[in-house]
């Protein structure tokens, strides 16, 4: 697997989280309407809470900007329960953005949780990825982050953070990260996505940030890469007051 070099991480501070989505839909609007005209878009979105940031502002600012036919929707990561589930992140965006947006049903590609198991299902959706977005990769990924440095569902210590080839796994989430049977992305499918786009809000993440920022490489949100660029959207609540570097 070819590793690409350590990016400088560029990162945008906004003063507070409504910035923050206006920020990161608008560099998602030029990226997308700067690709070739007629491509499928492929674009990965993230879980958690800070998405719904992002979700609002292209629902309804950004709903007649972008090109809804062109783009397919999968996701980083997702919790292995039920669509319907309040849990999960497919639902999230479901309720945010798809349901508000015209992007037609089969641009929709959830993880298929419906399968007998996690490993199951990321199989599957490792092969449906296969076929879709082939060894092009992600146009755009959205990834949040956690407060102990994780992202999509790859935790510190979890296996998957290991992997070389695959490009879906199965995890189980610590304790503290209920629901804890997990599907996600590796980051041998992070590292094929020409941008990857970190959103980040709260005082919460601002530990985390700063560690990501200031070298602690083995942290799993700082070992993402990216074909093009790896980009931090963070507001002044997670950048956190610091002194000189
Ligand atoms: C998930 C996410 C996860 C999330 C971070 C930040 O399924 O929970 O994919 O990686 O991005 O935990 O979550 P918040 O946005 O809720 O802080």
Redesign the pocket.
């Known amino acids: 697997m070819k590793e690409y070099p350590a990016p400088e991480p560029l990162m945008q501070v906004l003063p507070e989280s409504r910035s923050l989505g206006r920020a990161v839909a608008a560099r998602m609007a030029s990226i997308l309407l700067d690709s070739p005209e007629g491509l499928p878009l492929y674009v990965a979105l993230?879980?958690?809470?800070?998405?719904r940031l992002l979700h609002d502002v292209l629902a309804t600012t950004f709903r007649e900007r972008l090109p809804w036919d062109r783009i397919h929707l999968f996701w980083?990561?997702?919790?292995f329960v039920p669509l319907e589930d309040e849990r999960s992140?497919y639902r999230m965006a479901q309720e945010t953005l798809i349901s508000k947006v015209p992007i037609p049903q089969e641009n929709v590609h959830p993880v298929p949780v419906h399968l007998a198991t996690p490993e199951e299902a990321a199989t599957a959706y490792e092969e449906t990825i296969r076929r879709t977005v082939g060894d092009r990769g992600f146009d755009m990924v959205f990834?949040?982050?956690?407060s102990d440095g994780?992202?999509?569902?790859l935790f510190p210590g979890v296996e998957a953070l290991d992997e070389k080839t695959r490009l879906v796994h199965a995890v189980l989430a610590p304790e503290y990260?209920e629901p804890r049977p997990?599907v996600t992305f590796t980051l041998p499918l992070l590292q094929q996505a020409e941008h990857v786009l970190f959103?980040v809000?709260?005082a919460?993440?601002s530990e985390a940030l700063h560690s990501v920022q200031h070298g602690r490489g083995d942290l799993p949100a700082s070992r993402v890469r990216a074909r093009g660029t790896v980009e931090w959207f963070v507001d002044a609540a997670a950048f956190g007051e610091r002194g000189p570097a």
């Open positions: 993230s879980g958690g809470s800070t998405p980083g990561d997702e919790r992140n990834l949040g982050m956690g994780h992202t999509a569902s990260a997990r959103l809000s709260g919460d993440k």
